[in-house]
């Protein structure tokens, strides 16, 4: 209630009153066990002063995360995996709700076929920012409308004989996990971008490290991540924002470091291990100053990448224990080299997140106080960037860092490689045991080359016996949709209504999709009773009264 309309205690009090309830119901939320996982850098009442004078609604798309979160633990518990693809319209959520139990929105299918824009392009997330929550609205309104419209029908049975002559009813309210990207923008368009989420139907949602500005799909070359610290700060925002919605929104962390290639900073000493430096100190000038030189000296595209390469050559690229050990190597001082490589080793490893000053100082004292020229100042790209050496180990240290403020980890790798999931869990694992992992089974993959059939035909099973509790194949929905409107117009092209009537129709017949008759599917005998309902229970103008062509259909079909 607005505390204005209370005349009884003083604003002071009312406020006050207001504000201590608030805190009380958000620490009674937060002491359930389904955060007992959950790290929060903030208190019950930063939360309570960010909410306004309404009672703190329920979003539906809080009850899917519950739902949602309910989904995952089951497979948990049971060492499987819920699949699912990336879906593209109401058509799609319709058929899978059938079979599986939750719904991917992808930011690539968005990109190239959904923009709010309209504009289409590949997945650099440079869309519009409403463009994958707008998706997740025309979709989760879908799955309410077939709900609705099934409940109607089933509810309405007055026997269990006649609900049962109706066949297995679908839950159509299958959970939707969507693509938050890299959050298309800083903090506050984090903030913003997961409560337009929340608001238009999201059960979950995952977001990556890389930077919004270069973001990439994970499937390309020339990623860039951001420091660890400013990833974690973003799915801080993002618990934060469902915090203050009130919602149990579930948070997929992923990490693009397997196959980054450049950082935008130095700043987070967790990522010193993997930043790549000159280790020749006899260059005279960085690879941007050589660049600029060349460019202004009017070099071409071709000629600038040949500069680059010599550059990059001559400047001795490694990253700093890889220095430390050609050092070791290269004394002839040193006779045990190998035992000292170890030693060093044994202190400055993936994971062990020890900074790039510590390192020199341990390399110093192993080196009998020779200091190694090692410059990642100097190779750093034209727009600014340093060069990174992620790989699995890599995603390992950023997924231990994100796991207190995400559901689910999730690497997002090169290859479907079963070898590379199982050193990621154990990694993940050891350090947060029985941590959710999820996995892409992306079809930027050549799934022929990666393994035999046998092997693709167990893949999900093997993974989720790993912790692998969500995986999902991005783009699926695409593909599918590319494939068969290829063969039908194929075939309509050569046959005619032939082809309609026997590879579609027939087709859809056997196999009992209810899209046969589309203006059931659509929805028209619900709409009818509505239209009824209002003139008091007739209608001359029912749109599935006589004459309706989807009468033909009655006695070939068992819909
Ligand atoms: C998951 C993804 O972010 C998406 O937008 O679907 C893409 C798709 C893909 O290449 O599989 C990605 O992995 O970056
Ligand atoms: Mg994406």
């Not at 205690?9 to 959950?38: C, H, V, Y």
């Not at 306004?52 to 809080?62: D, I, L, Q, R």
């Not at 993974?463 to 949709?481: D, E, N, P, R, S």
Request: charged share 25%; glycine share 6%; with cysteine.
């Amino acid at each position: 209630m607005p505390v204005s309309l209370n005349n009884e205690k003083n604003e002071f009090e009312q406020l006050q009153t207001l504000l201590q309830d608030d805190i009380k119901s958000i620490e009674q939320w937060w002491a359930q066990p389904r955060w007992s996982k959950t790290k929060r850098n903030y208190s019950a009442r930063d939360i309570a002063l960010r909410r306004g004078t309404f009672e703190p609604v329920t979003y539906p798309s809080s009850l899917m995360a519950d739902k949602l979160y309910k989904v995952l633990e089951a497979h948990a518990d049971k060492g499987t995996a819920s699949r699912t693809f990336g879906a593209m319209d109401p058509v799609q959520i319709s058929q899978m709700a059938k079979y599986l139990d939750t719904i991917y929105i992808s930011g690539w299918q968005c990109s190239s076929t959904a923009s709010t824009s309209n504009e289409p392009g590949p997945d650099l997330a440079d869309y519009p920012m409403d463009t994958v929550p707008n998706k997740v609205e025309h979709l989760f309104k879908a799955q309410q409308f077939h709900d609705r419209k099934q409940f109607e029908e089933r509810a309405a049975a007055t026997s269990e004989a006649e609900l049962a002559a109706m066949g297995q009813g679908i839950d159509y309210l299958t959970p939707i996990v969507a693509d938050a990207d890299a959050g298309h923008g800083g903090l506050t368009a984090v903030y913003k971008l997961t409560k337009m989420f929340i608001e238009r139907g999201a059960a979950g949602i995952h977001m990556e490290d890389q930077t919004s500005t270069n973001k990439k799909c994970g499937h390309m070359a020339g990623r860039c991540v951001i420091p660890v610290q400013e990833h974690v700060n973003r799915l801080v925002t993002v618990r934060m924002c469902a915090d203050v919605m009130n919602s149990n929104l579930i948070i997929v962390a992923r990490s693009d470091s397997e196959a980054a290639t450049l950082i935008s900073s130095t700043i987070d000493t967790r990522d010193h291990y993997f930043i790549v430096g000159a280790t020749n100190p006899d260059l005279e000038f960085s690879l941007a100053e050589t660049l600029e030189a060349a460019i202004q000296g009017g070099a071409s595209g071709a000629q600038l990448a040949r500069i680059e390469k010599e550059w990059s050559e001559q400047a001795g690229l490694k990253l700093f224990h890889e220095a430390f050990a050609d050092a070791v190597n290269a004394d002839a001082s040193i006779a045990d080299k190998a035992g000292v490589i170890a030693k060093f080793n044994a202190q400055v490893g993936p994971l062990t997140e020890t900074s790039n000053r510590d390192a020199r100082k341990l390399a110093k004292s192993l080196l009998g106080g020779k200091d190694i020229f090692f410059d990642w100042e100097l190779p750093r790209v034209r727009e600014g960037l340093y060069r990174y050496r992620g790989g699995t180990q890599c995603a390992v240290m950023r997924a231990r860092a994100f796991a207190p403020y995400a559901d689910l980890v999730w690497m997002e790798s090169n290859y479907p490689d079963y070898q590379q999931a199982v050193e990621f869990a154990e990694g993940v694992r050891a350090q947060y045991p029985g941590k959710w992992l999820a996995y892409n089974l992306s079809p930027s993959f050549n799934w022929q080359k990666a393994m035999s059939v046998d092997e693709q035909h167990t893949f999900i099973e093997r993974l989720g016996a790993l912790g692998y509790v969500w995986q999902f194949i991005t783009l699926a929905g695409l593909h599918t949709t590319a494939l068969a409107i290829n063969a039908f117009s194929r075939d309509f092209a050569q046959d005619g209504m032939k082809a309609y009537a026997q590879t579609i129709q027939q087709r859809e017949m056997d196999e009992g999709v209810d899209v046969l008759k589309h203006q059931k599917w659509s929805g028209a005998e619900y709409i009818d009773g509505i239209l009824k309902l209002a003139q008091g229970g007739v209608s001359a103008t029912a749109a599935m009264g006589e004459g309706v062509t989807e009468d033909q259909f009655r006695d070939k079909s068992k819909l």
